[in-house]
């Protein structure tokens, strides 16, 4: 029979919304088929896939690819799916993943050419979307640091898109000393502020991004902190060249992170 939402698995992995239990836990939950695919292709991260039935038959190749290397699938009824999910209207598929966090010296040694520091970004839907396009530029790795948002918040995980998955993921405690291991680790650390006294286009028509780089990125409401920002190699403004006030903290991060990865490939 399937699992119902009293069903002491479901309610054990339901707890896993909460950070406190994700902590105690190491656990977190990923949810839908994008985020399932991506997460059964990283080895030993799946522990349980729960679904309803008529998920599992849509999504076959995945309940087999679960089964392959040995992680339960277990079917659910639909209230017991949307005691799992947080969407409004999920796709019927929920994994248990184990945390991915990799200590940041273990990420700096694999020698990654381009960076993000989330510094105190406390909203998941941003920190996601930032991870999202940090993948897709081409970064080796996100730092969460300080008082940042917890990675494994559902709607983090969401906004990731399955990036979660593809790069290291580090949670670091004090900024300051984030940025004196990057640059200990041979990047240029650049810190993104509307008011910074460097251009982003000069820096890039100069070839100062044709180098391995780290850039700091703060939170949407209150920008870095002045000692972090202080602590950055270079202060960077986005150039606005229309009207607009500013950039919101994900498309200025894309604006940055894609004018390295293009500098960078440029010097491979």
Same mark, same amino acid.
């Given at each position: 029979?399937?699992?119902?939402?009293r069903t002491?698995?479901?309610?054990?992995?339901?707890?896993?919304?909460?950070?406190?239990?994700?902590?105690?836990?190491?656990?977190?939950? $990923?949810? @839908?088929?994008?985020?399932?695919r991506?997460? #059964?292709?990283?080895p030993g991260?799946?522990?349980?896939?729960? %679904?309803?039935?008529?998920?599992?038959?849509? =999504?076959?190749?995945?309940?087999?690819?679960?089964?392959?290397?040995?992680?339960?699938?277990s079917?659910?009824?639909?209230?017991? #799916?949307?005691a799992?999910?947080?969407?409004? $209207? +999920?796709?019927? /598929?929920?994994?248990?993943?184990?945390?991915?966090d990799?200590?940041?010296? $273990?990420?700096?040694?694999?020698? +990654?050419?381009?960076?993000?520091?989330l510094?105190?970004i406390?909203?998941? !839907?941003?920190?996601?979307?930032?991870?999202?396009?940090?993948?897709?530029?081409?970064?080796?790795?996100?730092?969460?640091?300080?008082?940042?948002?917890?990675?494994?918040? %559902?709607?983090?995980?969401?906004? *990731?898109?399955? *990036?979660?998955?593809?790069?290291?993921?580090?949670?670091?405690?004090?900024?300051?000393?984030?940025?004196?291991? /990057?640059?200990?680790?041979?990047?240029?650390?650049?810190?993104?502020? %509307?008011? !910074?006294? *460097?251009?982003?286009?000069? #820096?890039?028509?100069? @070839?100062? #991004?044709?180098?391995?780089?780290?850039w700091?990125?703060?939170?949407?409401?209150? @920008?870095?902190? !002045?000692?972090?920002?202080? $602590?950055?190699?270079?202060?960077?403004?986005? +150039?606005?060249? %229309?009207?607009?006030?500013?950039?919101?903290l994900?498309?200025?991060?894309?604006?940055?992170? =894609?004018? *390295?990865?293009?500098? /960078?490939?440029?010097?491979p």
């Amino acid at each position: 029979m399937p699992f119902t939402p009293r069903t002491p698995r479901v309610v054990a992995a339901r707890r896993l919304h909460r950070r406190r239990d994700r902590d105690a836990a190491g656990r977190f939950l $990923a949810e @839908g088929p994008q985020a399932v695919r991506e997460a #059964l292709a990283r080895p030993g991260t799946v522990t349980e896939l729960f %679904g309803t039935p008529a998920a599992l038959d849509r =999504y076959a190749d995945l309940a087999e690819r679960a089964a392959d290397v040995d992680v339960p699938v277990s079917d659910v009824t639909d209230d017991a #799916l949307a005691a799992l999910a947080e969407t409004v $209207a +999920p796709q019927g /598929l929920v994994a248990v993943c184990r945390h991915l966090d990799v200590p940041l010296d $273990a990420a700096l040694a694999a020698g +990654p050419r381009l960076v993000a520091v989330l510094a105190e970004i406390r909203d998941p !839907g941003n920190a996601g979307t930032v991870l999202r396009t940090a993948d897709a530029a081409g970064a080796g790795a996100v730092v969460f640091a300080g008082d940042a948002v917890d990675p494994y918040n %559902g709607k983090c995980v969401r906004a *990731s898109a399955g *990036s979660l998955f593809h790069v290291d993921v580090v949670r670091a405690g004090d900024p300051v000393a984030v940025v004196e291991a /990057l640059r200990a680790a041979g990047l240029a650390v650049l810190a993104t502020t %509307g008011y !910074g006294d *460097s251009d982003l286009d000069d #820096l890039a028509d100069a @070839g100062t #991004l044709a180098t391995p780089t780290a850039w700091l990125f703060g939170s949407e409401a209150h @920008g870095l902190p !002045g000692g972090l920002a202080a $602590a950055a190699d270079a202060r960077v403004r986005v +150039p606005l060249h %229309g009207r607009a006030e500013s950039l919101n903290l994900a498309a200025a991060a894309a604006v940055c992170l =894609y004018a *390295s990865a293009r500098a /960078l490939r440029r010097c491979p």
